[in-house]
């Protein structure tokens, strides 16, 4: 049996691939990690012995020891995969997060924080955390990360203390939305908001986005969408949905505009480009023309696949640099350096799903 047969026998090491390459384990290990004064020739030949006996690399374990850290960034999405998947700002902030640490040698984990399943982020392996700060169960999930003494970065969160934040001007994003509408002559709008907050559900009345309810900034998420809108109308109304989804969108739209002419809106706030989309698809089985019978905005600045809806008056969001700058915000904290938020400001953009109201 040859040396290699041997080693193979039993689980390979680095010190018998270190054997095999003639070569000492400091520098089997610094061939492995790519860094230190290593030639090709070496690292080559270290390789190609690990590849012999069926070496896989060092134990990730065994490092995480040695660093005291497991190198690893958890995303914390309310939603399951699937579901917040659906939400291409969610897919851009995740892409964010991910440019920034994972070239500081980290890997990102997406654990779920949906209803039963608090022992995952109770046990995920997990350095600090992003929290999606659209959650409606944030505080639950802060007191979590806490109690770990894990540093937190949130994404659009309400203030919480001990919670770094990367903000997003939603307020005055919406104002602008809201003060286009009114210029165009638009006085009979209603919103098409986000989910109302935890343990909600809609459906019958319960989905009334009341005048309280969007002056106490009680929806979810985020608080600053319909007060901003509020700026520009006051005491609007509309409905809320259970998420950024085209079908939730289509559900209000109907509920709204399936009215007697005299008490349908002549323009509505959508609080997602999502949910937009779902409104004008509802205007479209109604027979309503946009913008001929009514208007649309949206909030996001995304792609979208229903033509009806492609040229969207909206707003940009800039939300890969607001994951990048959660990110960089990780890393600081991380290394025990010092940390600040940021807030993002969305950028006005007009298109063809607004006009004048008919006359």
């Not at 700002?89 to 991910?98: C, E, P, S, T």
């Not at 608090?118 to 409606?136: K, N």
């Not at 809320?240 to 989804?245: P, Q, V, Y």
């Amino acid at each position: 049996m040859s040396r290699a047969e041997g080693d193979v026998a039993a689980r390979p090491t680095l010190a018998s691939v270190a054997r095999v390459a003639g070569v000492s384990a400091s520098t089997a290990s610094l061939a492995f990690s790519g860094t230190g004064p290593v030639s090709d020739e070496t690292r080559a030949r270290v390789l190609a012995a690990a590849d012999e006996l069926g070496y896989a690399g060092p134990d990730p374990r065994a490092r995480s020891l040695r660093r005291g850290r497991s190198g690893i960034v958890g995303a914390v999405l309310e939603s399951p995969l699937s579901t917040a998947f659906r939400d291409p700002i969610n897919v851009a902030m995740l892409d964010g997060i991910a440019d920034v640490p994972g070239p500081a040698d980290n890997s990102l984990l997406l654990p779920t924080e949906s209803e039963g399943e608090r022992s995952r982020l109770l046990a995920a392996p997990v350095d600090a955390v992003v929290l999606f700060g659209c959650s409606t169960r944030l505080d639950e999930s802060v007191s979590i990360m806490r109690r770990r003494g894990i540093p937190v970065v949130s994404i659009e969160a309400p203030p919480t203390e001990g919670v770094l934040d990367i903000a997003e001007d939603n307020v005055g994003s919406s104002r602008l939305l809201a003060q286009h509408l009114h210029d165009l002559g638009h006085r009979r709008v209603a919103v098409v908001a986000l989910e109302l907050g935890p343990g909600r559900s809609t459906g019958g009345h319960d989905d009334e986005l009341t005048d309280e309810r969007v002056g106490r900034g009680t929806s979810w998420p985020p608080p600053g969408r319909p007060r901003g809108t509020r700026q520009g109308f006051p005491g609007v109304g509309g409905r809320a949905t259970r998420g950024s989804w085209t079908s939730e969108g289509h559900r209000a739209g109907l509920r709204l505009l399936d009215v007697p002419e005299a008490r349908r809106p002549t323009a509505i706030v959508a609080q997602s480009d999502l949910l937009a989309s779902g409104v004008i698809a509802a205007a479209d089985d109604l027979g309503l023309s946009v913008p001929g019978d009514l208007s649309v905005v949206g909030y996001d600045g995304v792609r979208l696949d229903d033509p009806r809806a492609a040229d969207l008056t909206t707003v940009v969001q800039p939300a890969v640099e607001k994951g990048r700058a959660a990110g960089r915000a990780v890393l600081a904290l991380l290394a025990g350096e010092p940390a600040v938020g940021t807030t993002f400001t969305s950028v006005f953009r007009p298109g063809s799903t607004t006009g004048p109201p008919a006359r």
